[in-house]
């Protein structure tokens, strides 16, 4: 049963949502893109992304200097970047990450801030059906797989519009997660990497099989469709939002003053 079924209504005339497949991007120009596309944002977006090379972002509140080893990431060739969103750090390597901008009057999403996490999350877990994943909603953020994380999101809200992205693990690499994030100590250090590995799941690992980010594209794109019953228009990123976004990028996510603010 998709939304409007569920809330007693017949959608004659199918609403048209852009979706954006993006090719992979670093850092700072993902971040920026998603805060252009929620500036200008005139109707439903979706957009789904790859990170290269692999990066850690950290939540609009949390200290850069606090949260991730900043040497090792120089060494490693990670980004580090700092979201306009809230929630913990993340590491971003084999995953899809997607963000959804809209209308905060839009009918789709209600302002309560946990029932919106709630239906973005509802699309996600009908795209999930789609590969054969059964994945469960743990409110706040989370999706899990037989009990263990598989996605997590986070949203801000400005101009009365949202911006909510997550991310799906196509793999993980926890040890190497665990090399930029900060731990107060090896010992503790080792007794998180095993939790995280007991906790934390991944689409190869459940399927037992490779998981291309092509495939994962198609399944979420039948998921939002089918769970919002609208339809989608492929399309790029326009002139104008590119522009804004490198402005963004200059002027904000590549400055110190915005990464080590805190």
């Known amino acids: 049963m998709n939304l409007l079924q569920r809330h007693g209504k017949i959608n004659y005339f199918k609403m048209k949502w852009r979706l954006i497949i993006d090719r992979p991007r670093d850092a700072f120009t993902n971040m920026a893109i998603d805060f252009a596309l929620l500036k200008l944002n005139k ?11 692999a990066a850690v972002s950290i939540g609009y509140f949390q200290s850069l200097k606090e949260e991730v080893d900043i040497k090792k990431c120089d060494e490693l ?8 969103t809230g929630g913990g750090a993340v590491f ?3 995953e899809l990450t ?11 999403i209600s302002r309560d801030i946990n029932k919106s996490y709630e239906t973005i999350c509802s699309a996600i877990i009908a795209g999930l059906e789609n590969i054969d994943i059964s994945a469960e909603y743990v409110p706040l953020n989370d999706l899990v ?6 996605s997590g999101c986070a949203q801000t809200r400005k101009q009365k519009k949202l911006l909510q992205h ?3 693990l196509i793999e993980t690499d926890v040890s190497k997660m665990f090399s930029v994030l900060k731990v107060p100590n090896e010992k503790i250090k080792g007794k998180l990497i095993k939790n995280v590995k007991e906790r934390v799941t991944s689409l190869k690992k459940e399927l037992e099989r490779e998981v291309s980010f092509e495939e994962l594209c198609k399944a979420l794109q039948q998921g939002f469709e089918d769970y919002f019953d609208i339809e989608f228009e492929f399309d790029e990123i326009t002139k104008e939002e590119f522009y804004l976004a490198e ?16």
Do not use: C, M
């Open 77 to 84: 060739g990670i980004d580090y970047v700092r979201r306009i």
């Open 43 to 53: 109707r439903p977006t979706v957009r789904f992304y790859e990170w290269l090379p």
């Open 166 to 168: 997550g991310t799906l």
């Open 98 to 108: 997607y963000s959804i901008t809209i209308a905060e009057k839009n009918d789709f």
């Open 145 to 150: 797989v037989n009990g263990k994380k598989i």
């Open 247 to 262: 402005k963004l990028k200059q002027e904000k996510f590549l400055k110190k003053e915005w990464n080590f603010k805190r």
């Open 92 to 94: 971003h390597d084999k």
